[in-house]
C-alpha cells in the first residue's frame, strides 16, 4: 500500500536550517509529482514545494522563495526539502504527497518549531 513517511522535523532557531526527508514506498516513485505542504495551528494546509515527475522541475509557495529548495531521488525513493534562514511563521506540521497538488494521500507529517 501507499506509504509516506516524513521525518527530519524538530527544533530550530530563527535563521536556522533543516532538511525534511519524505521516503515513500508502496508505488512507483518515479511516475509521480511529489509535494511538500504544510500546516500551523489555525490555518489552512499550504503549498511549500513540488517537484516534477521528470525533469524536476519545481514551484514554491511565495513565503518560502529563495529559502526553501525541493529535491528528489528516485533511486531512494525519496523527497527532500531543505530550509534554510526559518522564520517562527514557518513552524508547521510539514506532509509530504504523491502529487503536484493536494491528494488523497499524505504522510504523518513531521513537527518543525522555530523558536529562539
Known amino acids: 500500500q501507499v506509504q509516506l513517511v516524513e521525518s527530519g522535523g524538530g527544533l530550530v532557531q530563527p535563521g536556522g536550517s533543516l532538511t525534511l526527508s519524505c521516503e515513500a514506498s508502496?508505488?512507483?516513485?518515479?511516475?509521480?509529482?511529489m509535494s511538500w505542504y504544510r500546516q500551523a495551528p489555525g490555518k489552512e494546509r499550504e503549498l511549500v514545494a513540488s517537484i516534477s515527475k521528470f525533469l524536476d522541475v519545481t514551484r514554491y509557495g511565495d513565503s518560502v522563495k529563495g529559502r526553501f529548495t525541493i529535491s528528489r531521488d528516485n533511486d531512494k525513493s525519496t523527497v527532500y526539502l531543505q530550509m534554510n534562514d526559518l522564520k517562527s511563521e514557518d513552524g508547521a506540521v510539514y506532509y509530504c504527497t504523491r502529487a503536484w497538488g493536494p491528494s488523497e494521500y499524505w504522510g504523518r507529517g513531521t513537527q518543525v518549531t522555530v523558536s529562539s
Open positions: 508502496g508505488f512507483t516513485f518515479s511516475a509521480y509529482h
